[in-house]
């Protein structure tokens, strides 16, 4: 069974920093794809960044690119996800989301194209 679980969210002020990180159980020797997203209430998740497993290549939606890092400890099987500059509307529960496969450009920004998930980790960016 795979298992998939964030942690590092909290309560941040605005510029502020935190580091998501998501331990995953998914061995993929097909080179997986690790994505972060996030969610308020009453929306979608919103693709935030994504990782080949093979740590060649790093993803981002325009909203973080230069503030998120997205990286990955292939040793500890673990993804990151550094947080850097936080404003208010970063405020949202975030989620990892891992695929077995190595997604396309066009896929890996589709929630609905990784099998699984972890139970989301709470960010809130508040002054």
């Known amino acids: 069974q795979v298992q998939v679980v964030e942690s590092g969210g909290g309560l941040v002020r605005p510029g502020g920093s935190l580091r998501l990180s998501c331990a995953i159980s998914l061995r993929s020797n097909n080179g997986g794809t690790v994505g972060w997203f996030r969610q308020v209430p009453g929306n979608d998740k919103e693709f935030v960044a994504a990782i080949r497993w093979s740590g060649v290549s790093t993803h981002y939606a325009d909203a973080v690119k230069g503030r998120f890092t997205i990286s990955r400890d292939s040793a500890k099987n673990t993804v990151y996800l550094q947080m850097n500059s936080l404003a208010p509307e970063d405020t949202a529960k975030y989620y990892c989301?891992?695929?077995?496969?190595?997604?396309?450009?066009?896929?890996?920004?589709?929630?609905?194209?990784?099998?699984?998930w972890g139970q989301g980790t709470q960010v809130t960016v508040s002054s």
């Open positions: 989301g891992a695929a077995g496969s190595r997604l396309i450009l066009t896929s890996l920004r589709i929630g609905e194209n990784y099998p699984y």
